[in-house]
């Protein structure tokens, strides 16, 4: 059984850096691709990054490409997703969730686990 818990999100000013932790009380974590998703309030849920099993392949969104960084350690359990130089319309419940069947998922459908979020709001 997977259950993700989201942490480090909170307020910080435009320009800065959060690193987000969501990690994983089971012990098949290492079986699962991970992602990292957002929603602002009024917009549908969005991907944000997704990387494999292993750490071999990663994607970012176009919108986050060069800015954030997501990472896995098989040993602790822990998918990472570290932002910098946040911009106001980073402003969102960001979610991990986790996934099988493919080699990195993209799609709210490919991923079978879900966290509670964590709120991350960057201030103008």
């Known amino acids: 059984q997977v259950q993700l818990v989201e942490s480090g999100g909170g307020l910080v000013q435009a320009g800065g850096s959060l690193r987000l932790s969501c990690a994983d009380s089971?012990?098949?974590?290492?079986?699962?691709?991970m992602g990292w998703f957002r929603q602002a309030p009024g917009k549908e849920r969005e991907i944000v990054a997704s990387?494999?099993?292993?750490?071999?392949?990663?994607y970012h969104a176009d919108s986050v490409k060069g800015r954030f960084t997501i990472s896995r350690d098989n040993a602790e359990n822990t998918v990472y997703l570290q932002m910098n130089s946040l911009k106001p319309e980073d402003t969102a419940v960001y979610y991990c969730?986790?996934?099988?069947?493919?080699?990195?998922?993209?799609?709210?459908?490919?991923?079978?686990?879900w966290g509670q979020g964590t709120q991350v709001t960057v201030s103008s």
């Open positions: 089971g012990r098949t974590f290492r079986n699962y691709y």
């Open positions: 969730a986790a996934g099988r069947g493919v080699v990195i998922g993209t799609r709210i459908h490919e991923y079978d686990y």
């Open positions: 990387i494999s099993w292993n750490g071999g392949r990663t």
